[in-house]
């Protein structure tokens, strides 16, 4: 069977518009749209805004992220800022805390190991 075909754009739109209630209602937004798993990956298309964690904290494993529209700084531990944009990506170290920070209303796409591998 093959895999479906989803046009990136319309999950972008629903992302933006989920997360963009979030932020209307006050506060940070969070959103998580699962495209699925293909070959021991799992992918997402999320939405952010605001401070995702009052500190670092580090992720089971690994997760690579795309920013699709807007920018995103990664804070280390060590006070480390690493900025991405828009077109870029950066892999997140799983066993190195780290604290995401969306300044503007932020759409990526997040590539982890799928679980049970």
């Known amino acids: 069977m093959a895999p479906r ?15 963009a209630a979030q932020v209307l209602t006050g506060g940070g937004a969070e959103v998580c749209l699962d ?9 997402s298309i999320r939405a952010g805004y605001g401070d ?19 920018f995103a700084d990664v804070h280390s531990a060590a006070g480390h800022i ?3 944009s828009q077109g870029e990506s950066t892999v997140l170290a799983g066993e190195e805390p780290v604290r995401l920070v969306f300044p503007t209303l932020t759409i990526y796409l997040s590539l982890t190991e799928a ?3």
């Open 52 to 70: 995702m964690s009052p500190q670092p904290q580090s992720c089971p494993a690994d997760r690579l992220i795309w920013i699709l529209d807007g």
């Open 82 to 84: 690493t900025r991405v």
């Open 35 to 43: 495209l699925g798993e293909m070959r021991g990956a799992r992918a």
């Open 5 to 19: 075909v989803t046009d990136v754009e319309i999950l972008k739109k629903k992302a933006r518009k989920l997360a």
């Open 115 to 117: 679980e049970g591998r």
